[in-house]
């Protein structure tokens, strides 16, 4: 077996887990007014069950109704037994173990909190708890926990991370109280004692594992000492393992251990942090998280000892049957994570699960292709994402499918996209795109100019148009010199390119990674941008904010609230804030403000097939997700 650690049981507390592969807990977006589990959520963990994960690790429920401010999961009456109970059925079905994870927001969701404070985490002042409350809210958790293992699962998990209640509770930063429940490390701690004696008393040879941070990006907050002094505490109270995360200094922005780790920062974030729990607790197991996506590293975290198991979140969202498909070595068909955190993201908007590259996170139930009513013959004109899924998907079906690319490799704009150095996920979902071609029925046809001619040669009953989209061109004086060129063009192969000076026209997401990857080549960079701040069209703050911090650690100058006013020989012109005109010298000029839609084709080729579909960025630019999406669609409809 190609990675024997990663497959290898584990014994937790008297429950054997058939591997050390663990479904992180993870909101999916998903509820019901009576706070049951939804049928889409069960489904969705089932799936990963399916795909081999040794033990599922539910998001959290809640233990206490009065404290519930946002949609969720029950497990403060007796009447959610029966739908617990059928999720637990479902996971076991599949020889997977299945844990709740047992929490409550705080005033991290909330309005009520250890400490009446103002913190960075939380939206508004929250009401202190009383003493008393808080007496209550460890009997919730007890019972709860006994609910849980009424309803049939293995374990439950404690969770005590990110700044929620019982977080909050641990953090000197956070609680701030004087009474038993705080004033110093055995006063905050108290809270956790209470409730995991209080489980083994109440509910004897029940495993509870403590999900915990083991830093906090909070001035006072837990840094890694004294977050290895709770990991000894928590250890010495018997918990099934430990599963070491950390906090982040706001909802969003990430910090030195940042949890949910955007593609602009390394993998494995939190594995120092694993690495020194496990050093200071060797005989309870540790789970290790933090964007762990590569199965070789997963493996070699085992191996060195870094942790027991690896928990996997936005991993098993991108791909269900990651376990399965490592377990058997096909690891070129394991659908990557890009970590671009759409997925967090549209959690803190409140939406559903989604992901850039599976199109049916929490519609696993809509997934199964039906064969064609009719094989047809299909002509796909362009191999990026959306022409590259439209193809295969449509193939599965039974449809003699032709893609055409007139370049000389597949991915319209996520090949450039994929070449700067903090892009290698993207790369690697470039990777997966052509295993997955390989693997299909696709005729796929590169170094093809697509023609009327070409088309009507072909004869196809149905025409997918995907053709992509053209960068835009700035209309100012000297916009046609040849030094001027799109960034696109220069992230395809900055290699054609020659000189020690560049400036880098429009600071969004393409700007940007252009700025990096010709700093990374040696450059001197200036970044232009017209509005006052960078990247203002990217909403999702955990990837915007590591992106400034990788233009700042390459040197490149940033000069926003500047208009290009024309390009020279010898540079660009630019206006700043200060209205006084100036040069930047420049022996390149990379401008990145923008793509449009390319519909030359679709005018071209719309009236040569009985059947005509455009899809992708040559209908409207927008992001992988929805070209992909797009993609499977008409590979459906057709």
């Not at 699962?153 to 930063?173: I, K, Q, R, T, W």
């Not at 700067?420 to 693997?439: G, H, I, N």
């Not at 084709?601 to 997700?625: N, Q």
Request: a neutral charge; aromatic letters at 6%; one cysteine or more.
């Amino acid at each position: 077996m190609q990675f024997p650690r990663l497959f290898r049981p584990i014994v937790l507390d008297g429950i054997e887990i058939p591997n050390r592969v663990v479904m992180a807990p993870m909101g999916v977006g998903r509820y019901r007014d009576d706070e049951n589990w939804p049928a889409p959520a069960i489904r969705y963990m089932e799936e990963r069950a399916r795909g081999g994960a040794g033990l599922i690790i539910t998001q959290t429920v809640r233990v206490h109704g009065r404290l519930a401010s946002r949609p969720g999961i029950g497990l403060h009456d007796d009447r959610f037994i029966p739908s617990h109970a059928g999720l637990v059925e479902r996971v076991h079905s599949h020889g997977a173990k299945v844990a709740c994870q047992l929490g409550l927001q705080g005033g991290k969701g909330g309005n009520e909190a250890p400490s009446a404070i103002y913190s960075v985490n939380y939206k508004v002042r929250p009401r202190a708890l009383t003493s008393d409350e808080l007496y209550e809210l460890v009997e919730s958790f007890i019972m709860a926990a006994g609910r849980a293992r009424a309803a049939g699962y293995d374990a439950v998990e404690f969770h005590g991370a990110h700044s929620y209640l019982v977080g909050a509770l641990m953090s000197p930063a956070l609680n701030r109280r004087q009474d038993e429940w705080g004033g110093d490390f055995t006063g905050r701690m108290k809270f956790v004692r209470e409730v995991i004696t209080g489980i083994h008393s109440i509910h004897p040879g029940f495993p509870v594992g403590f999900k915990f941070s083991a830093h906090e990006e909070i001035p006072g907050g837990v840094d890694l000492p004294h977050g290895l002094e709770i990991a000894r505490y928590a250890a010495t109270l018997g918990v099934a393992w430990l599963h070491v995360s950390s906090t982040a200094s706001t909802i969003e922005a990430g910090g030195r251990y940042a949890s949910v780790p955007p593609l602009y920062l390394p993998r494995n974030t939190l594995m120092p942090l694993a690495a020194a729990v496990k050093d200071a607790c060797p005989e309870t197991p540790v789970m290790g998280t933090g964007s762990i996506t590569v199965p070789e590293e997963a493996e070699r975290f085992l191996a060195e000892g870094v942790c027991d198991m690896v928990a996997l979140g936005r991993t098993l969202i991108a791909d269900p049957f990651w376990p399965e498909k490592a377990r058997r070595g096909d690891i070129a068909r394991i659908i990557p994570c890009i970590r671009c955190n759409v997925c967090h993201h549209q959690l803190w908007l409140g939406q559903s699960l989604c992901c850039s590259l599976n199109p049916y996170v929490t519609r696993e139930a809509e997934q199964e292709l039906s064969p064609a009513a009719r094989r047809k013959k299909v002509m796909v004109i362009g191999a990026g994402p959306a022409g590259i899924r439209c193809a295969i998907t449509a193939a599965r079906r039974g449809h003699s499918v032709t893609l055409c690319e007139k370049r000389r490799y597949i991915g319209g704009m996520v090949y450039p996209g994929s070449r700067p150095d903090c892009k290698a996920d993207v790369a690697r979902a470039l990777d997966w795109f052509t295993a997955e071609l390989e693997a299909s029925t696709v005729n796929l046809k590169l170094n093809t100019e697509i023609t009327p001619e070409l088309v009507e040669s072909e004869r196809p009953d149905a025409l997918v148009i995907a053709a992509g989209a053209e960068p835009v061109k700035l209309d100012i004086p000297g916009a046609d010199m040849p030094h001027v060129v799109p960034a696109v063009d220069v992230m395809r192969d900055v290699t054609r390119y020659s000189g020690k000076r560049a400036v880098v026209i429009g600071g969004g997401d393409v700007g940007c990674e252009a700025a990096c990857l010709l700093a990374d080549q040696g450059w001197t960079v200036s970044l232009v941008e017209i509005r006052p701040r960078l990247m203002e069209e990217n909403r999702i703050n955990n990837v915007k904010l590591p992106m400034l911090d990788l233009l700042r650690e390459k040197g490149v100058r940033i000069l926003t609230g500047t208009r290009v006013n024309a390009f020279t020989e010898d540079g660009v012109e630019v206006i700043p804030p200060d209205g006084k005109q100036y040069g930047l010298p420049a022996d390149l000029a990379a401008v990145a403000v923008g793509l449009r839609a390319d519909t030359s084709l679709v005018r071209g080729l719309s009236l040569l097939a009985e059947e005509v579909h455009v899809i992708g960025d040559c209908a409207v630019p927008a992001r992988i997700r929805e070209a992909v999406e797009a993609g499977e669609r008409v590979g459906r409809w057709i």
